[in-house]
């Protein structure tokens, strides 16, 4: 299994601003996920994206995906106090387990 | 809607005792895993169960740890004698499917100090 790569590794915007997170992994995948997770606290699915797709959106969320550039960005839009969190992205190739990386820690500023 | 739950919420124990920690999936799932967070790493996997046995382990899931369904409902993680560096956060995950079609959904953990 591998793990993603996020970027940045800390990102702090103004709340009502957009966040954007980038990711990076090395082979290919059947799926990449993302999660987050609130301060030493469970960690959250957010949106699966499947290999064939380029593009999801759920709520304020919006996931892209580039299997030929090996790149995932998730985009959070209108930002608020309760996003705060560390974000992960999991690329998922034929394993059960998910591997994490370190993250991207979202401080969103009121 | 349907949550994973962790019980206890922290666990305080001296080293080489035994602890185990308890999970409830949800109730449809298959899949089930334990994971931990030592405080400030990242989140480690430890073990996958389905079909009642063990189907993929880490380095960290050694001989002192093991994991039962004793139940049609509960996932639980025994260590056998604690260390200090057992200190973390165990998380519980269960999942419909493989990683590869599903998403997996995660307790609230127990923290487990060790003295």
């Known amino acids: 299994s591998q793990q993603g790569e996020e970027d940045p590794q800390a990102l702090s915007i103004q709340e009502g601003e957009n966040a954007t997170m980038n990711c990076s992994y090395k082979?290919?995948?059947?799926?990449l996920q993302w999660y987050r997770q609130n301060s030493g606290r469970g960690l959250v699915h957010l949106i699966l994206i499947r290999s064939n797709e380029r593009e999801k959106h759920s709520g304020r969320l919006r996931v892209t995906l580039d299997t030929s550039k090996k790149s995932s960005s998730l985009l959070i839009t209108a930002s608020r106090a309760a996003d705060t969190a560390s974000y992960f992205c999991v690329p998922i190739q034929g394993a059960q387990k998910l591997v994490f990386g370190q993250g991207t820690r979202l401080t969103i500023n009121p | 809607e349907p949550e994973v739950t962790q019980t206890p919420s922290h666990q305080v124990t001296q080293m080489g005792q035994e602890v185990i920690l308890r999970c409830v999936p949800i109730s449809n799932h298959l899949y089930f895993y334990w994971y931990r967070q030592i405080l400030g790493q990242k989140v480690e996997f430890l073990v996958s169960?389905?079909?009642?046995?063990?189907?993929?382990k880490s380095e960290i899931f050694d001989d002192q740890f093991s994991v039962e369904r004793p139940d049609g409902s509960n996932f639980t993680l025994k260590i056998r004698s604690t260390k200090l560096e057992d200190s973390a956060m165990y998380f519980c995950?269960?999942?419909?499917?493989?990683?590869?079609?599903?998403?997996?959904?995660f307790g609230p953990g127990t923290r487990l100090t060790v003295l």
């Open positions: 082979t290919s995948i059947n799926n």
């Open positions: 995950a269960s999942s419909e499917d493989r990683a590869s079609y599903n998403e997996q959904f």
């Open positions: 169960f389905y079909n009642n046995e063990i189907s993929e």
